[in-house]
């Protein structure tokens, strides 16, 4: 990480991504379900804070940027919030499996290097449910062309983010099962505001769901 990484991007980011109405709908729809402990993946800035509903219990945040941690911490002191946060990688959590009621990602997946492992980990740690609001690939072919050749210049801007990621594709394909996922309409540039807004559930073992009927 260099001095955009750590020190420029981070403000940027906590700027562009600010609540106005529609990033404020589009935060709290996907964070109503929580409950619990939860875990957030690519915590940034704390915006999420304000938009968890009182059945969370315990939050444990995790993102690697130390520029995102300061702007974080100031917002939690700022809200009155305790949130366990650690700067590590999302592709090796140190936590035990099945330890989190719910993982939440928001706009993450995009920029996570290895977002196949990282979603490895997530089936791992979790208990049966995490919820997701991300933007990636668009639907339309024509638009998904224009995010494949503006990729590589969007990820150097953008610190790592990837506009052309199918995150319904990644999300399955780490063997969670997709429940009622939406595209709502973004006021962003259709090469960036494709978003998936949605629930994963990870499938219950034979002799786990035994053991969940017999409490």
């Given at each position: 990480m260099g001095v955009w990484s750590d020190s420029i991007f981070p403000r940027v980011l906590d700027w562009m991504a600010r609540d106005n109405d529609e990033l404020k709908e589009l935060r709290t729809r996907p964070l109503a379900p929580a409950q619990g402990r939860v875990l957030e993946l690519g915590f940034g800035t704390g915006?999420?804070?304000?938009?968890?509903?009182?059945?969370?219990?315990?939050?444990?945040?995790?993102?690697?940027?130390?520029?995102m941690a300061t702007i974080a911490h100031r917002r939690?002191?700022?809200?009155?919030?305790?949130?366990?946060?650690?700067?590590?990688s999302a592709e090796a959590l140190s936590f035990d499996t099945g330890s989190f009621d719910s993982v939440v990602c928001t706009l993450t997946l995009c920029s996570i290097p290895n977002v196949r492992a990282a979603l490895a980990e997530v089936t791992r740690v979790l208990k049966p449910g995490g919820l997701f609001?991300?933007?990636?690939?668009?639907?339309?072919?024509?638009?998904?062309k224009w995010q494949d050749r503006l990729n590589?210049?969007?990820?150097?801007?953008?610190?790592g983010c990837h506009i052309n990621r199918d995150i319904a594709q990644l999300v399955s394909g780490a063997g969670l099962a997709l429940r009622g996922i939406e595209h709502p309409r973004m006021r962003a540039p259709r090469i960036a505001g494709?978003?998936?807004?949605?629930?994963?559930?990870?499938?219950?073992?034979?002799?786990?769901?035994?053991?969940?009927?017999?409490r």
């Open positions: 915006l999420n804070l304000p938009h968890y509903p009182p059945s969370v219990t315990e939050i444990v945040a995790v993102d690697p940027n130390p520029g939690m002191r700022e809200l009155g919030m305790t949130v366990e946060h650690h700067r590590i609001f991300e933007h990636g690939r668009h639907a339309e072919s024509s638009v998904a590589p210049l969007w990820k150097v801007i953008f610190d494709y978003v998936y807004l949605g629930r994963a559930m990870r499938p219950v073992a034979q002799d786990e769901a035994a053991g969940i009927a017999g």
